[in-house]
């Protein structure tokens, strides 16, 4: 996943480079909030470890 998320937020800085400003926003903007699911996610769960 955070492989993912490097990848996307990558595509938006060439994007907005390129001078393709709607694009890279729209990614940006997917990428945050693909970024705050996996957050909310990760931090909610409980572990599955037993210590």
């Known amino acids: 996943m ?3 998320l490097f990848a ?6 060439v994007l907005a480079w390129r001078d393709h ?5 729209v990614v940006f903007a997917i990428t945050l909030a693909m970024s705050i699911y996996w957050l909310d996610f990760h931090a909610t769960s409980p572990l599955t470890i037993k210590l």
């Not at 400003?21 to 926003?25: F, G, T």
């Open 8 to 13: 996307l937020m990558t595509i938006a800085i």
């Open 21 to 25: 400003w709607r694009l890279s926003y």
């Open 2 to 4: 955070i492989s993912l």
